[in-house]
């Protein structure tokens, strides 16, 4: 096998952390311009409103989110996806036990530790 192996990360619940109650976070793969995290999100766990430089893909996977930005509220489930601009202050809570993929650019260095 050559040095350019491509590394394959597994889903798996085990590996996942858990950065506040009702919300579980798996760093999957990543390079320094993107990143792929999967979150899963209990029924009514509430996210801390927050912003990030970072450019934010969102991809439900299952469940119901209802996601809170300067211009609105807005209900996702599964299949919807959406883009957060960096630097724009948001929230997001489970409307029922949910799973999304998100992906980051560039990378968010503090999720890679």
Known sequence: MSG?????IHSKNEGMSTPE???RRQVMSFSPSMMLV????????VGARHSHPHEQMVYVVRGRLR?????????VGPGDSFI????V???ASALEDSEALDIFTPMREDYAV
């Not at 350019?4 to 394959?8: F, S």
């Not at 999967?38 to 766990?45: A, D, L, Y």
């Open 21 to 23: 109650p009702g919300l």
């Open 38 to 45: 999967r979150h899963t999100m209990t029924k009514g766990w």
């Open 84 to 87: 957060v601009s960096g630097n």
């Open 4 to 8: 350019n192996a491509i590394p394959v």
């Open 67 to 75: 996601f809170e930005h300067p211009d609105g509220i807005f209900d």
């Open 89 to 91: 202050e948001h929230q």
